[in-house]
């Protein structure tokens, strides 16, 4: 990557590669082959972390080894266009969403994160699309400090605790995902934090559908909130 000059097209060849890839400058990273068998893996850094204003990356798995504290994506600024991507972390999250990056996070598998799957935080943004969100300890997506995300048609399910968890002066719009089968609650928002929800099917939650407390707000337009 050090040789690619901006906007340059990499492929990567099916393989498993020990790598802590570093995008400061944009690129088109793209698997040449079955997303399962293209895996990047770090131990004691981020498997990707995006510092650049524009790139994309698709098709691949990255996977977040144990050691340290680091999410297995870490999104800093720009607009990553992330799809058809397989992320796992067994360190922090999944995907970190931080400061002006306002990425486009689309069709992937997002699961089994230490942590939450997606977390979106100091005023970072970013559309989420057509993901599935699974089995990840705490929220499937985590939502705080400012932040204003866009969720719409994505399946958030079978987490440990929360679905979606917006609190610290959190927003965000949440539109059309279908969120269910978590440990707590579909959703939980807290301290200070306006999200508007609308359209979607929060059902079949271990516990509660939606939760509101401390001080948390929102906006709730037609949503199906059922057999919680």
């Given at each position: 990557?050090?040789?690619?000059?901006?906007?340059?097209?990499?492929?990567?060849?099916?393989?498993?590669?020990?790598?802590?890839?570093?995008?400061?400058?944009?690129?088109?990273?793209?698997?040449?082959?079955?997303?399962?068998?293209?895996?990047?893996?770090?131990?004691?850094?981020?498997?990707?972390?995006?510092?650049?204003?524009?790139?994309?990356?698709?098709?691949?798995?990255?996977?977040?080894?144990?050691?340290?504290?680091?999410?297995?994506?870490?999104?800093?600024?720009?607009?990553?266009?992330?799809?058809?991507?397989?992320?796992?972390?067994?360190?922090?999250?999944?995907?970190?969403?931080?400061?002006?990056?306002?990425?486009?996070?689309?069709?992937?598998?997002?699961?089994?994160?230490?942590?939450?799957?997606?977390?979106?935080?100091?005023?970072?943004?970013?559309?989420?699309?057509?993901?599935?969100?699974?089995?990840?300890?705490?929220?499937?997506?985590?939502i705080e400090?400012?932040?204003?995300?866009?969720?719409?048609?994505?399946?958030?399910?079978?987490?440990?605790?929360?679905?979606?968890?917006?609190?610290?002066?959190?927003?965000?719009?949440?539109?059309?995902?279908?969120?269910?089968?978590?440990?707590v609650a579909?959703?939980?928002?807290?301290?200070?934090?306006?999200?508007?929800?609308?359209?979607?099917?929060?059902?079949?939650?271990?516990?509660?559908?939606?939760?509101?407390?401390?001080?948390?707000?929102?906006?709730?337009?037609?949503?199906?909130?059922?057999?919680?």
């Open positions: 990557m050090r040789e690619a000059k901006p906007n340059d097209l990499i492929m990567v060849a099916p393989g498993s590669y020990v790598e802590s890839l570093v995008m400061d400058k944009p690129l088109e990273i793209v698997g040449d082959g079955d997303c399962n068998r293209i895996r990047i893996k770090s131990k004691d850094s981020s498997a990707l972390t995006f510092q650049t204003s524009s790139g994309r990356v698709a098709n691949m798995s990255l996977i977040q080894q144990s050691g340290g504290d680091f999410a297995c994506i870490n999104i800093k600024q720009g607009q990553l266009v992330l799809e058809g991507c397989d992320v796992t972390s067994e360190s922090l999250c999944c995907i970190a969403i931080q400061g002006s990056a306002d990425p486009i996070i689309k069709g992937n598998r997002i699961h089994n994160g230490a942590k939450e799957g997606i977390s979106v935080f100091n005023y970072g943004k970013g559309t989420l699309e057509d993901n599935k969100i699974f089995e990840n300890a705490l929220a499937g997506v985590n400090s400012n932040a204003d995300p866009t969720l719409t048609r994505n399946r958030i399910y079978d987490g440990r605790s929360y679905g979606v968890y917006c609190h610290d002066s959190g927003k965000g719009i949440i539109e059309d995902n279908e969120i269910f089968q978590n440990t579909g959703v939980c928002i807290s301290t200070r934090a306006h999200p508007l929800l609308r359209q979607n099917r929060i059902h079949d939650e271990r516990e509660s559908g939606v939760v509101i407390h401390t001080n948390g707000e929102g906006l709730f337009e037609d949503n199906e909130i059922f057999a919680n």
